[in-house]
Protein backbone atom coordinates (compact mmCIF):
# COMPACT_ATOMS: atom_id res chain seq x y z
CA UNK A 1 0.00 0.00 0.00
CA UNK A 2 1.25 3.37 -0.85
CA UNK A 3 -0.30 6.00 1.12
CA UNK A 4 1.77 8.83 1.81
CA UNK A 5 -0.07 12.27 0.77
CA UNK A 6 1.41 13.42 -1.66
CA UNK A 7 3.35 11.29 -4.29
CA UNK A 8 4.76 14.06 -6.65
CA UNK A 9 8.26 13.81 -7.29
CA UNK A 10 10.68 14.69 -10.61
CA UNK A 11 10.79 12.55 -13.08
CA UNK A 12 15.08 11.42 -12.33
CA UNK A 13 13.30 9.97 -8.86
CA UNK A 14 10.81 8.28 -10.14
CA UNK A 15 12.86 6.20 -13.13
CA UNK A 16 15.15 5.73 -10.18
CA UNK A 17 12.78 3.15 -8.81
CA UNK A 18 13.34 1.09 -11.85
CA UNK A 19 16.39 -1.06 -10.79
CA UNK A 20 18.55 -3.06 -13.28
CA UNK A 21 17.71 -6.93 -13.76
CA UNK A 22 13.71 -5.49 -12.89
CA UNK A 23 10.74 -7.36 -14.79
CA UNK A 24 8.77 -3.94 -15.94
CA UNK A 25 5.52 -3.80 -17.59
CA UNK A 26 5.10 -1.01 -19.62
CA UNK A 27 1.49 0.37 -20.09
CA UNK A 28 -0.20 1.64 -23.21
CA UNK A 29 -0.22 -0.43 -26.42
CA UNK A 30 1.10 0.52 -30.25
CA UNK A 31 1.23 4.14 -30.99
CA UNK A 32 -1.33 5.20 -28.00
CA UNK A 33 0.22 6.75 -24.11
CA UNK A 34 3.46 4.93 -24.52
CA UNK A 35 5.67 6.74 -21.62
CA UNK A 36 8.03 7.64 -23.84
CA UNK A 37 9.73 10.46 -21.68
CA UNK A 38 10.13 8.41 -18.47
CA UNK A 39 11.69 5.62 -21.00
CA UNK A 40 14.28 8.24 -22.58
CA UNK A 41 15.36 8.70 -19.10
CA UNK A 42 15.31 5.16 -17.95
CA UNK A 43 18.07 5.01 -21.09
CA UNK A 44 19.60 7.99 -19.40
CA UNK A 45 19.94 6.82 -15.80
CA UNK A 46 21.64 3.19 -17.60
CA UNK A 47 19.15 1.10 -16.09
CA UNK A 48 20.19 -2.21 -17.89
CA UNK A 49 19.44 -5.81 -18.02
CA UNK A 50 14.99 -5.36 -17.56
CA UNK A 51 12.62 -8.45 -18.75
CA UNK A 52 9.83 -6.79 -20.43
CA UNK A 53 6.53 -7.99 -20.24
CA UNK A 54 3.51 -6.76 -22.27
CA UNK A 55 0.84 -7.15 -25.04
CA UNK A 56 0.64 -5.04 -28.18
CA UNK A 57 3.42 -2.76 -28.71
CA UNK A 58 6.21 -0.63 -31.00
CA UNK A 59 8.44 2.18 -30.50
CA UNK A 60 8.60 1.70 -26.55
CA UNK A 61 10.07 -1.73 -26.77
CA UNK A 62 12.22 -1.01 -29.98
CA UNK A 63 13.51 2.17 -28.14
CA UNK A 64 14.71 0.54 -25.09
CA UNK A 65 16.26 -2.05 -27.30
CA UNK A 66 18.12 0.31 -29.49
CA UNK A 67 19.66 1.21 -26.23
CA UNK A 68 20.81 -2.13 -24.88
CA UNK A 69 18.08 -1.95 -22.18
CA UNK A 70 17.05 -5.25 -22.24
CA UNK A 71 17.68 -8.57 -21.62
CA UNK A 72 14.69 -10.44 -22.49
CA UNK A 73 10.81 -9.61 -23.84
CA UNK A 74 8.06 -11.55 -23.18
CA UNK A 75 5.49 -9.15 -25.12
CA UNK A 76 2.88 -10.65 -27.43
CA UNK A 77 3.52 -8.22 -30.05
CA UNK A 78 6.33 -5.61 -31.18
CA UNK A 79 6.03 -4.04 -34.18
CA UNK A 80 4.80 -1.02 -36.40
CA UNK A 81 1.63 -2.33 -37.66
CA UNK A 82 1.24 -1.22 -41.49
CA UNK A 83 2.80 2.37 -40.69
CA UNK A 84 6.88 1.06 -41.14
CA UNK A 85 6.26 -2.74 -40.55
CA UNK A 86 9.31 -4.50 -38.27
CA UNK A 87 10.36 -3.22 -34.95
CA UNK A 88 13.97 -2.77 -36.15
CA UNK A 89 15.80 -2.52 -33.05
CA UNK A 90 13.91 -5.43 -31.36
CA UNK A 91 14.73 -7.21 -34.20
CA UNK A 92 18.28 -7.10 -34.00
CA UNK A 93 18.74 -7.37 -30.55
CA UNK A 94 16.48 -10.55 -30.65
CA UNK A 95 18.32 -12.19 -33.74
CA UNK A 96 22.05 -11.36 -31.81
CA UNK A 97 20.54 -13.16 -28.49
CA UNK A 98 21.16 -9.79 -26.46
CA UNK A 99 17.35 -10.05 -25.61
CA UNK A 100 16.03 -13.65 -24.88
CA UNK A 101 13.15 -14.51 -26.62
CA UNK A 102 10.23 -15.17 -24.15
CA UNK A 103 6.74 -14.14 -26.54
CA UNK A 104 3.59 -14.72 -24.82
CA UNK A 105 0.01 -14.16 -25.85
CA UNK A 106 -2.23 -11.48 -25.00
CA UNK A 107 -5.00 -13.43 -22.95
CA UNK A 108 -2.05 -15.71 -21.67
CA UNK A 109 -0.79 -12.64 -20.20
CA UNK A 110 -3.98 -11.32 -18.49
CA UNK A 111 -4.58 -14.61 -16.56
CA UNK A 112 -1.03 -14.22 -15.00
CA UNK A 113 -1.32 -10.78 -13.98
CA UNK A 114 -5.21 -11.81 -12.76
CA UNK A 115 -3.51 -14.55 -10.73
CA UNK A 116 -1.45 -12.38 -9.05
CA UNK A 117 -3.89 -9.71 -8.40
CA UNK A 118 -6.13 -12.30 -6.58
CA UNK A 119 -3.10 -13.79 -4.74
CA UNK A 120 -3.58 -16.96 -6.57
CA UNK A 121 -0.55 -19.01 -7.60
CA UNK A 122 -1.52 -19.27 -11.25
CA UNK A 123 -5.00 -19.34 -13.68
CA UNK A 124 -6.11 -21.82 -16.16
CA UNK A 125 -6.45 -21.46 -19.54
CA UNK A 126 -7.62 -24.20 -22.87
CA UNK A 127 -5.44 -21.90 -24.95
CA UNK A 128 -1.68 -22.10 -26.14
CA UNK A 129 -1.49 -26.04 -25.85
CA UNK A 130 -0.91 -27.30 -29.21
CA UNK A 131 1.22 -24.14 -30.15
CA UNK A 132 5.16 -23.80 -29.53
CA UNK A 133 4.70 -21.30 -26.93
CA UNK A 134 4.80 -23.97 -24.34
CA UNK A 135 8.92 -24.57 -25.76
CA UNK A 136 9.33 -20.86 -25.02
CA UNK A 137 7.67 -21.17 -21.37
CA UNK A 138 8.46 -24.55 -19.30
CA UNK A 139 7.19 -22.57 -16.22
CA UNK A 140 3.76 -23.27 -17.59
CA UNK A 141 2.32 -26.38 -16.92
CA UNK A 142 -0.85 -29.20 -17.92
CA UNK A 143 -3.24 -30.89 -15.90
CA UNK A 144 -6.43 -32.92 -16.20
CA UNK A 145 -9.23 -30.79 -14.31
CA UNK A 146 -10.84 -32.57 -11.65
CA UNK A 147 -14.37 -31.23 -12.76
CA UNK A 148 -14.73 -31.75 -16.36
CA UNK A 149 -11.73 -34.18 -17.31
CA UNK A 150 -10.18 -31.56 -19.69
CA UNK A 151 -6.75 -31.08 -20.19
CA UNK A 152 -6.11 -27.51 -19.00
CA UNK A 153 -2.88 -25.01 -19.43
CA UNK A 154 -1.59 -23.21 -15.53
CA UNK A 155 0.44 -20.44 -16.04
CA UNK A 156 1.58 -18.60 -12.86
CA UNK A 157 0.61 -15.75 -11.40
CA UNK A 158 3.07 -12.57 -12.91
CA UNK A 159 3.59 -10.04 -10.87
CA UNK A 160 5.78 -7.29 -12.71
CA UNK A 161 8.37 -5.83 -10.20
CA UNK A 162 7.34 -2.03 -11.71
CA UNK A 163 4.63 -0.91 -14.08
CA UNK A 164 5.71 2.08 -15.91
CA UNK A 165 1.99 4.02 -16.38
CA UNK A 166 1.73 7.50 -18.54
CA UNK A 167 -1.95 9.12 -17.34
CA UNK A 168 -3.76 12.26 -18.56
CA UNK A 169 -4.31 13.09 -15.25
CA UNK A 170 -3.23 12.31 -11.17
CA UNK A 171 -4.11 14.46 -8.21
CA UNK A 172 -1.68 14.70 -5.60
CA UNK A 173 -2.47 12.04 -3.39
CA UNK A 174 -1.57 9.60 -6.78
CA UNK A 175 -5.31 9.12 -7.37
CA UNK A 176 -5.39 9.05 -11.71
CA UNK A 177 -7.54 9.52 -14.41
CA UNK A 178 -6.93 7.65 -17.87
CA UNK A 179 -9.23 8.65 -21.18
CA UNK A 180 -9.47 6.36 -23.44
CA UNK A 181 -8.61 2.35 -23.72
CA UNK A 182 -6.54 1.82 -20.71
CA UNK A 183 -5.16 -1.64 -22.25
CA UNK A 184 -3.81 -3.63 -19.56
CA UNK A 185 -3.03 -0.52 -17.51
CA UNK A 186 -5.41 -1.28 -15.03
CA UNK A 187 -4.09 -5.04 -14.55
CA UNK A 188 -0.47 -4.16 -14.60
CA UNK A 189 -1.23 -1.52 -11.70
CA UNK A 190 -2.93 -3.96 -9.39
CA UNK A 191 -0.38 -6.76 -10.09
CA UNK A 192 2.97 -5.07 -10.03
CA UNK A 193 4.76 -4.11 -6.98
CA UNK A 194 5.56 -0.97 -7.83
CA UNK A 195 3.36 1.51 -10.04
CA UNK A 196 5.50 5.17 -11.55
CA UNK A 197 3.37 7.31 -13.41
CA UNK A 198 3.94 9.90 -15.53
CA UNK A 199 1.00 12.41 -16.14
CA UNK A 200 0.13 15.18 -18.32
CA UNK A 201 -0.82 17.24 -15.27
CA UNK A 202 -1.87 16.93 -11.64
CA UNK A 203 -5.12 18.71 -11.22
CA UNK A 204 -7.05 18.62 -7.81
CA UNK A 205 -9.03 16.20 -6.19
CA UNK A 206 -12.63 17.30 -6.73
CA UNK A 207 -11.59 17.62 -10.13
CA UNK A 208 -10.08 14.08 -11.10
CA UNK A 209 -13.27 12.67 -9.01
CA UNK A 210 -15.25 14.23 -11.40
CA UNK A 211 -13.56 13.02 -14.44
CA UNK A 212 -13.74 9.17 -13.18
CA UNK A 213 -10.80 7.61 -11.45
CA UNK A 214 -9.36 4.82 -13.59
CA UNK A 215 -6.97 3.74 -10.49
CA UNK A 216 -6.76 4.40 -7.20
CA UNK A 217 -3.96 6.16 -5.47
CA UNK A 218 -2.50 3.26 -2.97
CA UNK A 219 -1.39 1.31 -5.72
CA UNK A 220 0.63 4.03 -7.09
CA UNK A 221 4.20 4.71 -5.78
CA UNK A 222 5.10 8.22 -7.40
CA UNK A 223 3.79 9.83 -10.61
CA UNK A 224 5.72 13.18 -12.01
CA UNK A 225 3.94 15.65 -14.41
CA UNK A 226 5.65 15.38 -17.79
CA UNK A 227 3.23 17.41 -20.24
CA UNK A 228 3.66 15.57 -23.94
CA UNK A 229 5.04 12.50 -21.80
CA UNK A 230 3.71 9.84 -24.85
CA UNK A 231 5.42 11.84 -27.21
CA UNK A 232 6.00 10.04 -30.60
CA UNK A 233 2.93 8.16 -28.96
CA UNK A 234 -0.39 9.77 -28.95
CA UNK A 235 -2.10 10.66 -25.61
CA UNK A 236 -5.60 11.51 -27.02
CA UNK A 237 -7.69 13.53 -26.79
CA UNK A 238 -4.52 16.40 -25.99
CA UNK A 239 -2.70 15.00 -28.63
CA UNK A 240 -2.11 12.46 -32.09
CA UNK A 241 0.33 10.42 -33.19
CA UNK A 242 3.25 12.24 -34.73
CA UNK A 243 3.97 9.63 -37.35
CA UNK A 244 6.21 12.45 -38.84
CA UNK A 245 8.59 11.93 -35.86
CA UNK A 246 8.52 8.08 -35.76
CA UNK A 247 9.61 8.48 -39.13
CA UNK A 248 12.81 9.97 -38.51
CA UNK A 249 12.97 7.04 -35.77
CA UNK A 250 12.63 4.49 -38.55
CA UNK A 251 14.59 5.90 -40.56
CA UNK A 252 17.30 6.06 -38.01
CA UNK A 253 16.55 2.14 -36.85
CA UNK A 254 17.09 1.14 -40.51
CA UNK A 255 20.46 2.34 -40.59
CA UNK A 256 21.71 0.02 -38.16
CA UNK A 257 23.23 -0.17 -34.30
CA UNK A 258 25.58 2.72 -35.03
CA UNK A 259 23.51 4.87 -37.32
CA UNK A 260 20.50 4.40 -34.77
CA UNK A 261 22.96 5.86 -32.08
CA UNK A 262 24.41 8.65 -33.55
CA UNK A 263 20.65 9.93 -35.84
CA UNK A 264 18.49 9.03 -32.58
CA UNK A 265 19.95 8.43 -29.01
CA UNK A 266 22.18 11.21 -29.09
CA UNK A 267 20.62 13.53 -30.02
CA UNK A 268 16.95 12.71 -29.13
CA UNK A 269 17.78 10.64 -25.77
CA UNK A 270 22.04 11.34 -24.31
CA UNK A 271 22.04 15.22 -25.20
CA UNK A 272 18.51 16.42 -24.07
CA UNK A 273 19.02 17.09 -20.34
CA UNK A 274 15.56 16.56 -19.67
CA UNK A 275 12.03 16.47 -21.29
CA UNK A 276 11.90 20.25 -21.96
CA UNK A 277 15.01 19.83 -24.01
CA UNK A 278 13.03 17.30 -25.82
CA UNK A 279 10.15 19.15 -26.60
CA UNK A 280 12.38 21.46 -27.97
CA UNK A 281 14.35 19.38 -30.31
CA UNK A 282 11.35 17.99 -31.73
CA UNK A 283 10.04 21.16 -33.11
CA UNK A 284 8.80 22.75 -29.74
CA UNK A 285 5.14 24.33 -29.61
CA UNK A 286 4.90 24.62 -33.40
CA UNK A 287 4.96 20.87 -33.54
CA UNK A 288 3.00 20.22 -30.87
CA UNK A 289 0.46 22.56 -31.73
CA UNK A 290 -0.19 20.46 -35.11
CA UNK A 291 -0.77 17.42 -33.12
CA UNK A 292 -3.22 18.84 -30.58
CA UNK A 293 -4.98 20.47 -33.69
CA UNK A 294 -6.09 16.41 -34.37
CA UNK A 295 -9.84 17.82 -33.53
CA UNK A 296 -9.74 20.66 -36.02
CA UNK A 297 -11.20 18.61 -38.76
CA UNK A 298 -11.06 15.00 -40.68
CA UNK A 299 -8.88 16.72 -43.27
CA UNK A 300 -6.27 18.11 -40.67
CA UNK A 301 -6.53 14.57 -39.01
CA UNK A 302 -5.55 12.60 -42.01
CA UNK A 303 -2.68 15.18 -42.86
CA UNK A 304 -0.97 13.67 -39.72
CA UNK A 305 -0.78 10.71 -41.25
CA UNK A 306 0.29 11.47 -45.25
CA UNK B 1 -22.62 7.26 -56.29
CA UNK B 2 -22.09 10.83 -58.75
CA UNK B 3 -21.79 9.21 -61.98
CA UNK B 4 -18.33 11.51 -62.58
CA UNK B 5 -16.98 7.93 -60.48
CA UNK B 6 -19.16 5.64 -62.21
CA UNK B 7 -16.95 2.27 -60.58
CA UNK B 8 -16.28 -0.36 -63.50
CA UNK B 9 -13.70 -2.31 -61.67
CA UNK B 10 -12.07 -3.60 -59.04
CA UNK B 11 -8.53 -3.61 -57.47
CA UNK B 12 -6.93 -6.93 -55.77
CA UNK B 13 -7.69 -5.35 -51.96
CA UNK B 14 -10.86 -4.88 -52.60
CA UNK B 15 -11.76 -8.03 -54.38
CA UNK B 16 -10.09 -9.26 -51.06
CA UNK B 17 -11.56 -7.10 -48.72
CA UNK B 18 -14.73 -8.38 -49.93
CA UNK B 19 -13.77 -11.99 -49.84
CA UNK B 20 -13.11 -11.80 -46.40
CA UNK B 21 -16.53 -9.81 -45.50
CA UNK B 22 -18.20 -12.75 -46.91
CA UNK B 23 -16.78 -15.00 -43.98
CA UNK B 24 -18.62 -12.93 -41.78
CA UNK B 25 -21.71 -13.47 -40.31
CA UNK B 26 -24.32 -11.11 -39.19
CA UNK B 27 -25.50 -11.05 -35.46
CA UNK B 28 -21.78 -12.58 -34.37
CA UNK B 29 -19.57 -10.59 -32.19
CA UNK B 30 -16.23 -10.59 -34.26
CA UNK B 31 -12.69 -8.84 -33.49
CA UNK B 32 -10.74 -7.55 -36.20
CA UNK B 33 -6.82 -7.29 -33.80
CA UNK B 34 -4.44 -5.07 -35.11
CA UNK B 35 -2.03 -4.42 -37.98
CA UNK B 36 -4.72 -5.75 -40.46
CA UNK B 37 -6.48 -3.27 -42.40
CA UNK B 38 -8.16 -5.74 -45.03
CA UNK B 39 -9.70 -7.41 -42.32
CA UNK B 40 -10.54 -4.20 -40.46
CA UNK B 41 -12.31 -2.62 -44.14
CA UNK B 42 -13.99 -6.37 -44.50
CA UNK B 43 -15.68 -6.12 -40.56
CA UNK B 44 -17.19 -2.04 -41.97
CA UNK B 45 -17.84 -3.19 -45.08
CA UNK B 46 -19.67 -6.42 -43.38
CA UNK B 47 -21.99 -4.43 -40.94
CA UNK B 48 -22.80 -1.82 -43.42
CA UNK B 49 -24.17 -4.32 -46.23
CA UNK B 50 -25.05 -7.79 -45.40
CA UNK B 51 -24.43 -7.98 -41.36
CA UNK B 52 -26.36 -5.05 -39.38
CA UNK B 53 -26.10 -6.50 -36.40
CA UNK B 54 -22.25 -7.68 -36.22
CA UNK B 55 -20.93 -6.66 -32.85
CA UNK B 56 -17.99 -4.87 -34.24
CA UNK B 57 -15.24 -4.75 -31.79
CA UNK B 58 -12.36 -2.83 -33.08
CA UNK B 59 -8.62 -3.91 -32.45
CA UNK B 60 -6.64 -2.27 -29.84
CA UNK B 61 -9.08 0.14 -28.96
CA UNK B 62 -11.54 -2.34 -27.67
CA UNK B 63 -14.40 0.02 -29.22
CA UNK B 64 -17.54 -1.66 -30.37
CA UNK B 65 -19.37 -0.42 -33.39
CA UNK B 66 -17.66 2.41 -34.37
CA UNK B 67 -17.52 4.54 -37.50
CA UNK B 68 -13.85 5.26 -37.99
CA UNK B 69 -13.49 8.81 -39.58
CA UNK B 70 -10.63 7.17 -41.68
CA UNK B 71 -7.81 4.12 -41.95
CA UNK B 72 -5.04 4.70 -39.87
CA UNK B 73 -1.78 2.77 -40.68
CA UNK B 74 -1.95 2.23 -36.39
CA UNK B 75 -4.49 0.91 -35.01
CA UNK B 76 -4.80 2.36 -31.45
CA UNK B 77 -5.91 5.75 -32.52
CA UNK B 78 -8.88 7.63 -32.14
CA UNK B 79 -9.68 7.87 -35.54
CA UNK B 80 -10.56 4.20 -35.54
CA UNK B 81 -12.64 4.34 -32.76
CA UNK B 82 -14.72 7.15 -33.47
CA UNK B 83 -18.66 7.08 -32.30
CA UNK B 84 -17.83 4.04 -30.59
CA UNK B 85 -21.03 2.72 -29.18
CA UNK B 86 -19.56 1.66 -25.71
CA UNK B 87 -16.35 -0.32 -25.15
CA UNK B 88 -15.00 -3.47 -23.13
CA UNK B 89 -11.59 -3.81 -21.64
CA UNK B 90 -8.85 -6.65 -22.74
CA UNK B 91 -9.65 -8.51 -20.40
CA UNK B 92 -13.28 -8.83 -21.25
CA UNK B 93 -12.66 -9.47 -24.88
CA UNK B 94 -10.47 -12.12 -24.17
CA UNK B 95 -13.39 -13.46 -21.61
CA UNK B 96 -16.08 -13.54 -24.33
CA UNK B 97 -13.71 -15.35 -26.55
CA UNK B 98 -12.77 -18.19 -23.72
CA UNK B 99 -16.44 -18.43 -22.92
CA UNK B 100 -17.53 -19.47 -26.51
CA UNK B 101 -19.59 -16.02 -27.42
CA UNK B 102 -16.72 -14.65 -30.02
CA UNK B 103 -18.08 -15.59 -33.09
CA UNK B 104 -15.10 -14.87 -35.84
CA UNK B 105 -11.30 -13.91 -35.66
CA UNK B 106 -9.02 -13.20 -38.21
CA UNK B 107 -5.76 -14.10 -38.28
CA UNK B 108 -2.62 -14.32 -40.62
CA UNK B 109 1.29 -15.73 -40.55
CA UNK B 110 4.26 -15.66 -42.45
CA UNK B 111 4.04 -19.36 -42.68
CA UNK B 112 0.62 -21.03 -42.87
CA UNK B 113 0.24 -24.67 -43.38
CA UNK B 114 -2.48 -26.97 -44.73
CA UNK B 115 -4.28 -27.63 -41.92
CA UNK B 116 -4.48 -23.65 -41.21
CA UNK B 117 -1.31 -23.71 -38.29
CA UNK B 118 0.54 -20.00 -38.53
CA UNK B 119 3.91 -18.77 -37.89
CA UNK B 120 4.34 -14.86 -36.72
CA UNK B 121 7.19 -15.89 -33.90
CA UNK B 122 10.04 -16.56 -35.24
CA UNK B 123 12.02 -18.24 -38.46
CA UNK B 124 14.52 -20.69 -37.96
CA UNK B 125 15.11 -23.58 -36.03
CA UNK B 126 15.07 -23.87 -32.08
CA UNK B 127 18.95 -23.19 -32.07
CA UNK B 128 19.01 -20.72 -34.35
CA UNK B 129 16.79 -18.24 -35.13
CA UNK B 130 17.32 -16.54 -38.50
CA UNK B 131 14.45 -14.04 -38.08
CA UNK B 132 12.65 -12.68 -35.33
CA UNK B 133 8.75 -11.70 -36.16
CA UNK B 134 6.64 -9.09 -34.67
CA UNK B 135 4.72 -12.02 -32.55
CA UNK B 136 1.21 -12.82 -32.49
CA UNK B 137 -0.55 -10.88 -30.21
CA UNK B 138 -3.59 -13.06 -29.00
CA UNK B 139 -3.83 -14.72 -32.04
CA UNK B 140 -2.40 -18.18 -30.45
CA UNK B 141 -5.10 -17.87 -27.33
CA UNK B 142 -8.36 -16.74 -30.00
CA UNK B 143 -7.11 -19.70 -32.40
CA UNK B 144 -8.48 -22.31 -30.02
CA UNK B 145 -11.61 -20.03 -28.37
CA UNK B 146 -12.89 -17.82 -31.61
CA UNK B 147 -15.80 -19.84 -32.91
CA UNK B 148 -14.52 -19.35 -36.65
CA UNK B 149 -11.52 -17.92 -37.68
CA UNK B 150 -11.01 -16.57 -41.51
CA UNK B 151 -7.28 -17.12 -42.02
CA UNK B 152 -6.22 -14.08 -44.66
CA UNK B 153 -2.60 -13.33 -46.50
CA UNK B 154 -1.99 -11.13 -49.20
CA UNK B 155 1.78 -12.21 -49.79
CA UNK B 156 0.83 -15.82 -51.18
CA UNK B 157 2.77 -16.16 -54.37
CA UNK B 158 6.21 -16.78 -54.53
CA UNK B 159 8.80 -15.69 -57.17
CA UNK B 160 11.75 -18.28 -57.61
CA UNK B 161 15.42 -16.95 -57.13
CA UNK B 162 18.12 -17.52 -59.85
CA UNK B 163 18.53 -21.49 -58.69
CA UNK B 164 14.46 -21.81 -58.75
CA UNK B 165 14.43 -21.90 -54.52
CA UNK B 166 11.27 -20.39 -53.49
CA UNK B 167 10.26 -19.10 -49.85
CA UNK B 168 6.48 -19.97 -49.42
CA UNK B 169 3.64 -18.45 -47.65
CA UNK B 170 1.88 -22.07 -47.68
CA UNK B 171 4.20 -24.01 -46.19
CA UNK B 172 4.67 -27.83 -45.80
CA UNK B 173 5.53 -27.49 -42.19
CA UNK B 174 6.23 -23.89 -39.67
CA UNK B 175 8.94 -23.26 -38.36
CA UNK B 176 7.07 -22.41 -34.88
CA UNK B 177 3.29 -22.53 -34.22
CA UNK B 178 1.82 -19.25 -32.83
CA UNK B 179 -1.75 -20.10 -33.71
CA UNK B 180 -3.79 -23.21 -34.02
CA UNK B 181 -5.43 -24.80 -37.30
CA UNK B 182 -7.07 -28.37 -37.61
CA UNK B 183 -4.20 -30.51 -36.75
CA UNK B 184 -0.94 -30.34 -35.81
CA UNK B 185 2.03 -30.84 -37.85
CA UNK B 186 1.82 -34.84 -36.26
CA UNK B 187 -1.26 -35.32 -37.34
CA UNK B 188 -3.19 -35.21 -34.16
CA UNK B 189 -6.91 -33.57 -34.60
CA UNK B 190 -8.00 -30.59 -33.15
CA UNK B 191 -10.92 -32.57 -31.60
CA UNK B 192 -8.31 -34.13 -29.02
CA UNK B 193 -7.81 -30.39 -27.37
CA UNK B 194 -10.45 -29.10 -25.24
CA UNK B 195 -10.64 -25.71 -27.43
CA UNK B 196 -13.95 -23.82 -27.73
CA UNK B 197 -13.64 -22.98 -31.26
CA UNK B 198 -14.05 -24.91 -34.57
CA UNK B 199 -10.70 -23.62 -36.17
CA UNK B 200 -10.42 -21.76 -39.21
CA UNK B 201 -12.54 -22.41 -41.92
CA UNK B 202 -10.93 -20.17 -45.11
CA UNK B 203 -8.04 -19.16 -46.37
CA UNK B 204 -8.36 -15.86 -48.26
CA UNK B 205 -5.09 -15.14 -50.55
CA UNK B 206 -4.16 -12.62 -53.12
CA UNK B 207 -3.95 -15.93 -55.46
CA UNK B 208 -7.87 -17.38 -54.66
CA UNK B 209 -10.01 -18.51 -51.60
CA UNK B 210 -9.48 -21.91 -50.04
CA UNK B 211 -11.60 -23.75 -47.52
CA UNK B 212 -10.91 -27.09 -45.24
CA UNK B 213 -12.26 -30.30 -46.15
CA UNK B 214 -13.56 -33.15 -43.71
CA UNK B 215 -9.97 -34.04 -42.90
CA UNK B 216 -9.00 -30.29 -41.90
CA UNK B 217 -6.66 -29.80 -44.86
CA UNK B 218 -6.87 -26.60 -47.08
CA UNK B 219 -9.06 -26.94 -50.41
CA UNK B 220 -9.12 -24.47 -52.96
CA UNK B 221 -12.70 -23.43 -53.88
CA UNK B 222 -12.14 -20.21 -55.03
CA UNK B 223 -9.97 -18.91 -58.21
CA UNK B 224 -9.51 -15.04 -59.39
CA UNK B 225 -10.36 -13.84 -63.06
CA UNK B 226 -6.47 -13.51 -63.53
CA UNK B 227 -5.55 -16.77 -61.59
CA UNK B 228 -5.83 -20.87 -62.05
CA UNK B 229 -5.28 -23.37 -59.98
CA UNK B 230 -1.70 -24.58 -61.87
CA UNK B 231 -0.53 -20.47 -60.73
CA UNK B 232 -2.02 -21.35 -57.39
CA UNK B 233 0.16 -24.61 -57.13
CA UNK B 234 3.36 -23.17 -57.61
CA UNK B 235 3.24 -20.95 -55.14
CA UNK B 236 2.00 -23.30 -52.47
CA UNK B 237 4.87 -25.58 -51.19
CA UNK B 238 2.26 -28.34 -49.91
CA UNK B 239 -0.24 -30.22 -52.59
CA UNK B 240 -3.91 -29.64 -51.81
CA UNK B 241 -7.07 -30.90 -53.06
CA UNK B 242 -9.18 -28.79 -55.42
CA UNK B 243 -13.30 -28.62 -54.54
CA UNK B 244 -15.63 -30.22 -56.85
CA UNK B 245 -17.47 -26.70 -57.62
CA UNK B 246 -14.15 -24.65 -58.03
CA UNK B 247 -15.12 -21.49 -59.48
CA UNK B 248 -14.25 -17.82 -59.74
CA UNK B 249 -14.85 -15.49 -57.32
CA UNK B 250 -17.53 -13.41 -57.22
CA UNK B 251 -16.37 -9.75 -57.37
CA UNK B 252 -17.97 -6.44 -54.88
CA UNK B 253 -20.43 -4.18 -56.73
CA UNK B 254 -19.95 -1.07 -57.06
CA UNK B 255 -21.65 0.12 -54.26
CA UNK B 256 -18.97 -1.91 -51.76
CA UNK B 257 -16.27 -0.93 -53.47
CA UNK B 258 -17.17 2.30 -53.17
CA UNK B 259 -17.63 2.20 -49.73
CA UNK B 260 -14.21 0.69 -49.18
CA UNK B 261 -12.77 3.62 -50.97
CA UNK B 262 -14.54 6.53 -48.65
CA UNK B 263 -13.41 4.62 -45.49
CA UNK B 264 -9.77 4.43 -46.99
CA UNK B 265 -8.68 7.82 -48.47
CA UNK B 266 -4.81 7.56 -47.52
CA UNK B 267 -5.12 3.62 -48.89
CA UNK B 268 -3.62 1.87 -45.97
CA UNK B 269 -5.03 -1.28 -47.12
CA UNK B 270 -2.20 -1.40 -50.25
CA UNK B 271 0.45 -1.93 -47.98
CA UNK B 272 -0.83 -4.85 -47.19
CA UNK B 273 -0.25 -6.04 -51.20
CA UNK B 274 3.25 -6.19 -53.39
CA UNK B 275 3.45 -3.71 -55.42
CA UNK B 276 2.75 -5.78 -58.45
CA UNK B 277 -0.77 -6.72 -57.23
CA UNK B 278 -1.33 -2.89 -56.25
CA UNK B 279 -2.09 -2.41 -59.80
CA UNK B 280 -4.21 -5.77 -60.29
CA UNK B 281 -7.43 -5.06 -61.36
CA UNK B 282 -11.00 -6.48 -62.58
CA UNK B 283 -13.57 -5.45 -64.85
CA UNK B 284 -16.78 -5.48 -62.84
CA UNK B 285 -18.44 -6.43 -66.12
CA UNK B 286 -15.77 -9.34 -67.35
CA UNK B 287 -17.84 -12.29 -65.71
Known amino acids: MYTQADKRCLLPELVAHIQNGDCLAIGGGLSWREPMAALRELIRQNIKDLKLVGSAHGIDVDLLCGAGSV ?108 EGPPVADILFAKASKK ?68 DYLDPYVYECKDHAAYLSLIGGQTRLARLEQWNDGVDQWMQLYE | ?165 RRYRLVKRCDFVTSVGHRTADGLARAAMPYRGGGPDCIVTDLGVFGFNAEGHAELRFTYPDTNCELIAESTEFEFPVADNLSTAALPEPALIDFIRRLDPLKIHERELSQDDRVRTFELNSL
Open chain 2, 1 to 165: MNKATKITSCTLGELMIYQIALSIEDGILAFHGFGSPLVQLALHLAKRFHAPNLVLVAGATYGINPTPAFLTPTTNDFAMNRGAECHLSIEELFDLAASGRLGRMFLSGLQIDRWGNMNVTRLGNDERLTLKLPGGGGGCNLSADAGHVTIWTAAHRSHADNLGR
Open chain 1, 195 to 262: VIVTVEAFISHQELASKGITIPYFYVTAACEVPYGAHPTSCYPRYAYDREHTKHYYQAAKSGDDGFRK
Open chain 1, 71 to 178: AASAESYVGFEQDFGMALNYRRACESGAVKVEDNCCYTLVQQLRAAIQGLPFMPIRSVQGTDFLKLHPEFKTMTCPFSGEQLVLVPALKPDVALIHAHYADEHGNLHI
